[in-house]
């Protein structure tokens, strides 16, 4: 341990928690079908390169998203890619090789930026080497979106921006269109000035290139979101001459985006994307145009009008011609002649007539590839369960039937659930998003987990789109809502209800339903359930964003069977003055609702910001008005507790100060006597237990720059963390937050963890609350400076207890008491301390968190001896740097062998500088040929980072580098 005339406050009080524990029984493993996101076939041998977004093939654990198949459709274990970056796409040239992008400089050792060529048999093309940087932009962020070979070998890119100002000049505007030669650089004869943006987002926000067509006249013709080219309106699409200016001739009216171009065999394009007007005329996301761009009216598409598709949107995003010249485009849409039924692949004959008979079952498709023999290879981004049958990512349709079979080995990836219900009997209902693999077997949406954590595979049912929400009913029902239209068979749109065994209860039927998705479900405490969506109407009835049922009604014999008649609240149905987005929902016991939005909840007029009480005749209580307390004030979670009569909000709020956690009494005023802990930020869930404590996941501010992104913590009744409450420091990551309290003593956990107490867990943890394997582990972090003595000291102690303190990682000597006596620190030594407590049932460890706020350089000076005399400028040791430098450096300002340093290493792809890293500097690495004039060498200052890796190669004989150290107003370099 360091030892400098330094001392540091600090009083840790550290009380290792007997953990509530994992229990080892429950643990269900969830995987899903992984996505492809790109797709190409070579064309000599049949090869399938696909791009997966997946973790593992069957068992067996991928190093690579790139894998090779057979035409046979068997991986190809030989084939091994590395690239520093990732992959973004693929596409097959016409003599075999393949085209890569992505977010990489190297492939296979390579060096190529962006773009690289594989050979037929896999091997990088070390010929090709793209240089410049295309993505370079200084007011957007870029990307590579589609990379389309020619035949000639050249080769077009197509970009998308992500504008974060406003260009001051035409030339400041970020370039989409690229083209490359076939060696990999930029062609200088092709300059289009593609620089423009969606009307009305000019400054700000995302415009792309979608598709590239090169035509048979050595034109090129470009869709996207744009405005307009090379100074010119021209949106969504445009053609442009070989060289890159626009070809004015080609001039159509479209008010979408352009997704897919392909050149008609006969004359004119086929375009598709999410337009629905051609030249001022309707014509929904597909249409032929003519040379000039104008409507050609040959082709009779059938797309209908509607908007119930989830999550991609109506449209088309896919074109291309298959073995007999018949164009097939993908995407999803509603056909005129069966409005309810849903397709992704329409085909018309080589006259543009619809061919309504191929209607190949398939998930939504972003890639499809001709394998030889004329059969179709389509890639989607997941799997459904179609008629029983597992429809797999990567699938092979018979071109004359338009038969679906599965291709290739399964793609799995780890899954994580979204979210648990606990049923009467014990048994749990958990909602899995599309088809999943539960411990071993194909599961559809929500399945039921007995009390041991087992399977039900009784509970299956085939869902034919996503589930959003579930409630277990205290009766044993199970009310289901989302985007599904039919459940197995049977015509179910966004509600449904099944009986305990999990069967459809025909009683319950809503007509057609939600016009859009019903998205929540909440139990009310008189037994009524409210629903929330983004729908209109029900059944042809005006519900907006809400409704409530009462299902008691389905078991009054007397009951007409209309859902009007007191299925659903007739006299329920608030009109809000605008677009209302709801986060939480929460019910009173005299009836009122609670909503929480994270913008304002307007109803006849009156606008109420975050959280509104909301009356049983769907009107909103004025006296109610929380926000008017709070400077800052976006809630995203709310609880009622009726027993004591108070509320619970959670989100970013700011009211005397920020916390993320406030309590309400009944009238909405802030309860003074609850102080949330401030280590407690951006609440994700909360729940009350039977004692009236709040647990809470959130992320946790462990000590200054420490943080778990998601941890499960317990507030007491006057807000301070519960030290009698611990899961160890885990984290349990960003998506799908969630718990349940099982009474009296269990815990549910869901998130997107893949461990738990250094067990593995699928995302779901079943953790008993009263278990004392040993001492809880409660890190009491304390604000401190430098320069002042502190103790270390363990809050409480237990019988049977030992104790071993250790700095970083090494065991203090003479420190094997509950209370330990700290000396000589400096800030440096933040998070470096921990105490490992031992007693009969196991070892625990738990991490001291110190923040430290540093010495100012003046007191760091005086810590040297370096009085008010001696200037921060002078060189006190000769060492060649001042006072100021080695303070950023942290090193000691009194001795010329320890000096501020960087030194140059071997490293993977070349040689990199290196130097210590110091908390709170921010290093910009700068470079020189002369010593003389200097700039950046990076794109921005390295905070943390320790190394530079060098450029490989220079056109300069001689280069100098150096490396800016800053804090605040301070700066030096070495």
């Known amino acids: 341990m360091r030892r400098l005339p330094l001392a540091l406050l600090l009083f840790a009080a550290v009380r290792l928690v007997a953990l509530d524990t994992l229990d080892p029984d429950f643990a269900p493993e969830f995987r899903t079908f992984g996505g492809v996101s790109g797709l190409a076939v070579q064309p000599s041998t049949g090869s399938v390169y696909a791009l997966v977004s997946a973790e593992f093939i069957g068992e067996q654990e991928l190093a690579t998203p790139l894998v090779r198949l057979s035409a046979a459709g068997e991986w190809d274990e030989s084939f091994q890619l590395s690239a520093d970056g990732g992959i973004g796409g693929l596409a097959m040239q016409p003599d075999g090789t393949l085209l890569l992008w992505g977010d990489f400089t190297r492939v296979n050792g390579h060096e190529t930026r962006n773009v690289a060529r594989l050979l037929a048999d896999g091997t990088v093309d070390t010929a090709f080497r793209l240089v410049d940087d295309l993505l370079s932009s200084d007011i957007a962020s870029l990307g590579i979106l589609t990379v389309v070979p020619t035949s000639s070998g050249d080769i077009y890119v197509g970009l998308y921006a992500m504008l974060g100002g406003v260009p001051e000049t035409e030339q400041d505007w970020p370039r989409l269109v690229y083209r490359l030669t076939p060696s990999g650089s930029v062609d200088t004869a092709f300059s289009p000035a593609t620089n423009a943006v969606l009307e009305g987002e000019v400054g700000f926000g995302e415009y792309r290139i979608d598709s590239i067509c090169p035509d048979s006249a050595g034109r090129v013709l470009i869709g996207g979101s744009f405005y307009a080219v090379n100074g010119v309106v021209q949106p969504c699409l445009a053609r442009l001459n070989a060289e890159g200016s626009l070809d004015e001739t080609f001039a159509p009216v479209l008010d979408g985006t352009v997704k897919a171009i392909l050149e008609a065999p006969t004359g004119g394009y086929y375009v598709g994307g999410e337009f629905t007007t051609v030249g001022g005329e309707d014509q929904l996301y597909l249409a032929r145009l003519t040379d000039t761009g104008a409507l050609n009216p040959s082709l009779s598409v059938p797309f209908a009008d509607d908007y119930h598709i989830y999550p991609y949107g109506p449209g088309v995003s896919l074109l291309h011609l298959d073995h007999e010249g018949r164009l097939c485009a993908w995407g999803e849409f509603w056909v005129d002649e069966q409005a309810s039924r849903l397709l992704r692949c329409a085909r018309f004959d080589v006259s543009d007539q619809w061919e309504t008979e191929f209607r190949p079952r398939v998930r939504w498709s972003q890639w499809v590839a001709l394998l030889p023999g004329g059969d179709l290879l389509t890639g989607s981004v997941g799997s459904s369960i179609l008629n029983g049958v597992l429809m797999a990512p990567l699938c092979r349709v018979e071109p004359e039937s338009g038969a679906v079979t599965g291709f290739g080995p399964e793609l799995l990836s780890r899954h994580y659930p979204e979210f648990i219900r606990q049923r009467r009997d014990g048994s749990l209902l958990v909602g899995t998003r599309w088809i999943k693999r539960v411990d071993g077997r194909d599961m559809s949406g929500l399945i039921v987990l007995k009390p041991d954590g087992t399977l039900d595979l009784a509970f299956n049912l085939e869902w034919s789109r996503h589930i959003s929400d579930a409630l277990a009913l205290p009766d044993g029902r199970i009310l289901v ?17 099944l009986d305990e065994n999990g069967e459809l209860i025909p009683a319950f039927d809503l007509g057609s339903g939600p016009d859009i998705s019903a998205d929540g479900l909440y139990l009310l405490p008189d037994g009524k359930v409210l629903i929330t969506g983004s729908f209109s109407r029900i059944d042809g009835e005006d519900f907006d964003r809400m409704a409530l049922l009462d299902l008691s009604v389905l078991d009054d014999p007397e009951w007409s069977g209309d859902w009007r008649d007191g299925l659903v609240a007739m006299d329920f149905r608030p009109q809000f003055d605008y677009h209302l987005w709801i986060d939480d929902v929460a019910g009173m016991s005299n009836g009122d609702i609670l909503i929480v939005s994270r913008s304002s909840v307007e109803v006849g007029g009156l606008s109420i910001k975050g959280l509104a009480r909301m009356r049983r005749d769907g009107t909103l209580d004025p006296d109610f008005n929380p926000a008017a307390q709070f400077s800052y004030f976006y809630p995203n979670k709310v609880c009622v507790d009726s027993v004591r009569g108070c509320i619970y909000v959670g989100g970013q709020m700011s009211a005397v100060e920020s916390r993320y956690v406030y309590r309400l009494l009944a009238d909405g005023t802030v309860d003074p006597t609850f102080v949330c802990d401030s280590r407690l930020r951006s609440l994700y869930a909360m729940r009350l237990d039977g004692e009236g404590r709040l647990m809470c996941i959130g992320s ?30 885990e984290d349990l990551g960003y998506y799908n937050l969630d718990l349940l309290l099982q009474p009296p003593d269990t815990l549910y956990l869901i998130g997107s963890f893949a ?28 604000a401190a400076k430098e320069g002042e003595p502190a103790t270390l000291r363990l809050r409480q102690t237990a019988p049977g207890e030992s104790y071993a303190w250790y700095y970083d990682g090494e065991r203090i000597e003479n420190s094997d008491t509950a209370e330990f006596t700290l000396a000589g620190l400096d800030f440096m030594d933040a998070g470096k301390f921990s105490v490992r407590i031992t007693n009969a049932a196991g070892t625990t460890t738990s991490q001291a968190a110190l923040d430290i706020t540093e010495y ?31 303070y950023l450096a942290r090193t000691d300002p009194t001795d010329p062998v320890l000096r501020p340093g960087t030194r140059l290493e071997a490293v993977v792809g070349g040689k990199a500088i290196k130097w210590p890293v110091i908390p709170g500097r921010e290093y910009l690495v700068e470079t020189s040929v002369d010593l003389k004039s200097w700039g950046s060498a990076a794109d921005a200052a390295l905070a943390g980072e320790g190394q530079f890796v060098l450029p490989d190669s ?20 070495d």
Do not use: C
Request: net charge negative; aromatic share 6%; no cysteine.
């Open 481 to 497: 809502a989302g985007t599904f239209s039919t459940i197995g068979d049977v015509e179910r749109r966004s509600l449904a209800l």
């Open 700 to 729: 946790h501010r462990l000590s200054a720059g420490t943080w778990l992104s998601s941890t499960l913590v317990r507030l007491q009744s006057d807000g301070s963390l519960d030290p009698g409450f611990d899961l160890g420091g």
């Open 755 to 782: 461990s738990l107490q250094g067990q593995p867990r699928s995302g779901l943890a079943k953790i008993n609350l009263t278990d004392p394997i040993r001492s809880l582990a409660q890190v009491m972090p304390m």
């Open 856 to 886: 100012t350089l003046r007191e760091w000076m005086n810590a040297y001896a370096l009085g008010g005399a001696v200037s921060p400028d002078e060189d006190s040791d000769g060492d060649g740097y001042s006072n100021r430098a080695e």
């Open 954 to 973: 220079t056109e300069d004989a001689t280069r100098f580098w150096r490396v800016r150290i800053s804090k605040t107003d301070t700066v030096s370099t």
